[in-house]
């Protein structure tokens, strides 16, 4: 009987030990519910530029894209978008947003540097050429690497025959600042 009586008291007594005059606010100890799941104080962008540097591409592009669907769809986060499938060796869906970058913002260097690079590699000596110019001319001669792309697209519009494997020369894309990608030659 008493056992009885002290599980009644227990089952009427616990819905209201679980009850507080907190509300749904952060209790005065320190313990309290975390955020929502992904939650972040830093800019998608930043972060992103961190896991490209850290070779982590697919985790920047997931991190870049989060970024497009809190701060929306600037030349930035195009650019950054293009730039991450690029290191995914996804060259169609890399022209495709750096285009459209360079649709938005037409005066962004990096932006066409960046599809200079992807229509490099593509093999499209010509058009390379000639983004390079655009590029170039949209950051009035002040970038030696646009200056190096330009150059080295040129080099390969005049020799249609250029294989790099003959030449040992071995390039590398390497990004510089926000959302600026440059070929540099690496040592063989």
């Not at 989060?66 to 950054?80: K, Y």
């Not at 990096?110 to 590029?135: D, H, P, T």
């Not at 646009?146 to 590398?172: M, T, V, W």
């Amino acid at each position: 009987m008493k056992t009885r009586r002290a599980l009644l008291v227990l089952a009427l007594i616990s819905p209201l030990a679980a009850c507080s005059t907190g509300g749904f606010g952060a209790s005065n100890d320190g313990v309290f519910a975390p955020g929502v799941a992904g939650e972040t104080t830093q800019d998608g962008l930043t972060i992103g530029h961190r896991l490209m540097a850290a070779g982590e591409y697919e985790l920047a592009l997931k991190s870049y894209t989060r970024a497009a669907s809190q701060q929306g769809l600037n030349v930035d986060t195009m650019s950054a978008i293009g730039s991450a499938n690029l290191r995914l060796g996804r060259l169609g869906q890399a022209e495709r947003w750096l285009r459209r970058a360079t649709d938005e913002a037409p005066e962004f260097p990096a932006a066409w540097n960046n599809l200079g690079v992807i229509l490099l590699e593509q093999g499209k000596y010509a058009e390379a050429s000639e983004i390079f110019r655009i590029a170039f001319a949209t950051d009035n001669g002040k970038s030696d690497q646009i200056r190096e792309n330009l150059r080295l697209a040129l080099a390969n519009l005049g020799d249609p025959n250029y294989d790099p494997s003959q030449q040992n020369q071995d390039f590398k894309l390497v990004r510089r600042g926000t959302g600026d990608f440059v070929i540099l030659k690496t040592a063989p």
